[in-house]
């Protein structure tokens, strides 16, 4: 079981990114991003249920990013628009039994993705 995490890169501000996440081996039923920039804590930034189409987002990113999932391909997605230099992170994808904000939520974390932003 596993996650596999692509689409990160560089982009200037105000550019998009959009970032792919594929469970391999398990069904989970909430799976979400976090990032985690130098010297700071891993933060929450969004999450989507597999059943419902429930959705939580960090204040941080509210109304710039979007995450969505494609069941039939156990891929999440991350669409960032608007993108700001304090953006610039490693991104993690998570998996785990029910959505959740938290990192203690989730039970499987994918090898992480940079993004960088440059102003």
């Known amino acids: 079981v596993q996650l596999q995490a692509s689409g990160g890169g560089l982009v200037q501000a105000g550019g998009s990114l959009r970032l792919s996440c594929t469970a391999s081996g398990l069904t989970f039923s909430g799976m979400g991003w976090f990032r985690q920039a130098p010297g700071k804590e891993r933060e929450f930034v969004a999450a989507?249920?597999?059943?419902?189409?429930?959705?939580y987002y960090g204040d941080s990113v509210k109304g710039r990013f979007t995450i969505s999932r494609d069941n039939s391909k156990n891929t999440v997605y991350l669409q960032m628009n608007s993108l700001k230099p304090e953006d610039t992170a490693v991104y993690y994808c998570a998996a785990g039994f029910a959505i959740a904000t938290t990192r203690e939520g989730y039970n499987l974390w994918g090898q992480g993705t940079h993004v960088t932003v440059s102003s």
């Open positions: 989507a249920s597999r059943i419902g189409s429930i959705t």
